[in-house]
């Protein structure tokens, strides 16, 4: 019974870690070529020499800083948000969304190696890569379902919406 009543709880979390993972692969190629366009690839390389003088803990740290500035700006967005500025403060949640998920991608891809040679963070590592693999199996059944259903090739509830909706049109044309 309580496993029936999670079940929805569970599919919303799959989901909301699988936007985070799309967020996430998508974003670190955009990240990868404003590296490219501008000087970062210069600072990207100034950074990975620093991060492999230090040890895994202090690198834990500069794998951390990046965050702490982007935290005011979610505040200014929640401001706006409570001040009803609602486009505002979307437009402001969302690029805060975006530009820390960038940014950890950044930082992430630097510190990786080392972040790996601490025992505990490889083990939260595996389980957030085990997590995305069960979210993703989880959440394919519904994708499937809703991909069937948007082909609309006669057999879904798309082609039966859309038959509905000519013959809709049709009377209303009919009775002109």
Not at 27 to 50: G, H, M, N, T, Y
Not at 107 to 120: N, Y
Not at 158 to 176: D, N, P
Request: zero cysteines; a positive charge; aromatic letters at 12%.
């Amino acid at each position: 019974m309580l496993r029936r009543l999670l079940q929805p709880v569970w599919v919303l979390l799959a989901i909301i870690f699988l936007i985070e993972a799309w967020l996430w692969d998508h974003l670190e190629p955009i990240v990868a070529r404003v590296v490219s366009a501008i000087p970062l690839a210069e600072f990207k390389q100034w950074l990975s020499d620093r991060v492999d003088a230090l040890s895994p803990a202090m690198t834990l740290i500069v794998f951390a800083v990046p965050i702490i500035p982007l935290f005011p700006l979610k505040l200014v967005g929640l401001w706006l948000l409570t001040h009803e500025y609602w486009m505002s403060a979307i437009v402001t949640i969302v690029f805060a969304k975006l530009l820390g998920v960038g940014v950890t991608a950044f930082v992430f891809d630097v510190t990786r190696p080392k972040l790996l040679e601490m025992a505990w963070f490889e083990k939260i590592y595996e389980f957030v890569l085990m997590v995305r693999a069960k979210a993703t199996e989880l959440v394919e059944p519904m994708k499937r379902r809703i991909r069937e259903i948007l082909t609309g090739n006669g057999e879904g509830w798309s082609a039966r919406t859309l038959r509905l909706i000519q013959r809709f049109r049709k009377s209303v044309h009919e009775a002109r």
